[in-house]
């Protein structure tokens, strides 16, 4: 189940109404109907507020907008038949670890490492990072606050406008961003317009694309 729906649902069932939502926010009720329609997408942080007004507990929200871990209180609400199955775990790692993934990959031990499972199909080598610091943060749109787990694809080869992961040839340590091409120039960007766009122009690699993303919001 999407989190717009369990969210419309829960409000059904407490006797909440948009405008409600909209005044505990502090946002108007015409946002808070585009996000409940799907109209339009909040941040990661406004969803947690939303769900965290109509008590939604303990919820994990997928990259894909999915509920993972529903609340089977709600009443009103059918479980759908075709839930979407885990397909792998893989080891969360530091950032250090995934500037060198390649050549460790194969040898950190099962009891070593906390792993996590996704519902993407994703390669053996794949790995879990989590974000820090705020330039993957935005207003408006998608946004990874610190504490979102990025799982990366090390076999997927970077496009225009996916997310990556990549190792400074300046720095022991990977760095996550949006990876842009504009007229053959191919930049990192972060989300947060108050950090700076990185050009590459040698000074790094890509370690990976990014394939699924999770927030713990309580």
Request: negative net charge.
């Amino acid at each position: 189940m999407t989190w717009n729906n369990l969210v419309k649902a829960r409000m059904k069932e407490q006797g909440i109404t948009q405008s409600v939502l909209a005044e505990k926010l502090g946002k108007s009720q015409g946002a808070i109907a585009l996000w409940l329609n799907k109209k339009r997408e909040p941040s990661l942080n406004d969803i947690a507020d939303i769900m965290r007004i109509v008590d939604l507990d303990h919820m994990v929200l997928g990259s894909d907008g999915m509920i993972e871990y529903p609340d089977e209180a709600i009443s009103n609400v059918s479980k759908i038949e075709n839930q979407p199955s885990y397909k792998s775990r893989y080891p969360v790692i530091s950032s250090v670890q995934a500037g060198q993934w390649s050549e460790i990959c194969d040898v950190i031990p099962m009891d070593e490492a906390d792993f996590i499972a996704t519902t993407e199909k994703a390669h053996s080598c794949s790995f879990w990072l989590t974000v820090e610091g705020d330039s993957m943060t935005s207003s408006v749109g998608v946004s990874f606050p610190p504490g979102t787990k990025v799982l990366v694809d090390p076999s997927i080869e970077p496009e225009n406008g996916k997310f990556v992961v990549a190792k400074l040839d300046d720095v022991n340590e990977a760095t996550f961003k949006k990876y842009v091409v504009d007229s053959g120039q191919k930049f990192l960007k972060p989300l947060n317009e108050q950090f700076p766009i990185m050009p590459i122009n040698g000074n790094c690699r890509i370690v990976g694309v990014v394939v699924d993303a999770k927030l713990k919001l309580f």
